[in-house]
């Protein structure tokens, strides 16, 4: 069946630091990649996609490369900010018993501190 | 459109109560999904219907869950009766096929 795993936090970095979150999956056919953003009391919010191998997905600063050779997908950001402090989701949508069924990882969550 | 819209956004009950959870689909969605998030478990796909129509329930924990969608803006979610280990964010997501679920606010039962 259809899976992510992505990497256990919680993370926690300094304010302007480097993040990387690993995203591994498994899938039959070619899945649409996302990475989901959920804040604390909220629901999940779409933080950027990709549907093809080779596509950067981009929004606020935070990037992701579908890389079909190695079945990742790793959110990056150049400089993290305080209000950057979430959960971060990895999923793909893919066939599953003739439907479209988003597939979720267990979330990491990241600490941002000034 | 006001995106995916859940009620209550809390409820707290007694053990052995039913509860009903309640959810709007952005309009024109043709899938709907049920979500439980908790701490031990993580998010966890309930049910999902397409056009309306069920099609996979293998997620619902025990026969105490149920879910109907009479018509294609409006979704519950029931559990009769509630025990306390329901206790969870239940989440109601909809979306086009092959594209970006939405998600909506969630509703944060607590069973005592």
């Known amino acids: 069946g259809n899976s992510v795993t992505q990497m256990e936090g919680p993370v926690t970095l300094s304010e302007e630091a480097f993040l990387t979150i690993n995203c591994t999956y498994t899938a039959t056919g070619y899945p649409s990649l996302f990475w989901y953003v959920q804040y604390p009391g909220e629901g999940l919010q779409l933080l950027l996609k990709a549907t093809k191998a080779d596509d950067k997905g981009s929004n606020k600063g935070f990037e992701a490369t579908y890389r079909k050779e190695t079945t990742s997908f790793h959110l990056e950001k150049g400089s993290v900010q305080v209000s950057d402090s979430a959960v971060y989701f990895c999923?793909?949508?893919?066939?599953?018993?003739?439907?479209?069924?988003?597939?979720f990882g267990r979330g990491t969550s990241l600490i941002v501190h000034p | 459109d006001a995106g995916v819209i859940q009620s209550p956004r809390h409820e707290v009950t007694e053990m052995g109560q039913e509860v009903t959870l309640r959810c709007k689909p952005i309009?024109?969605?043709?899938?709907l999904f049920w979500y439980r998030q908790t701490m031990m478990r993580g998010l966890e796909l309930l049910i999902y219907?397409?056009?309306?129509?069920?099609?996979?329930d293998s997620g619902m924990p025990e026969d105490r869950f149920s879910a109907k969608m009479p018509n294609a803006s409006f979704s519950t979610l029931k559990i009769q009766p509630s025990e306390p280990r329901d206790s969870a964010v239940y989440f109601c997501a909809s979306s086009l096929e092959n594209t970006e679920a939405f998600f909506g606010q969630g509703t944060r039962l607590t069973v005592v």
């Open positions: 999923a793909l949508s893919a066939v599953s018993g003739g439907s479209y069924i988003p597939t």
């Open positions: 219907f397409n056009n309306n129509v069920p099609i996979d």
């Open positions: 309009s024109g969605h043709d899938y």
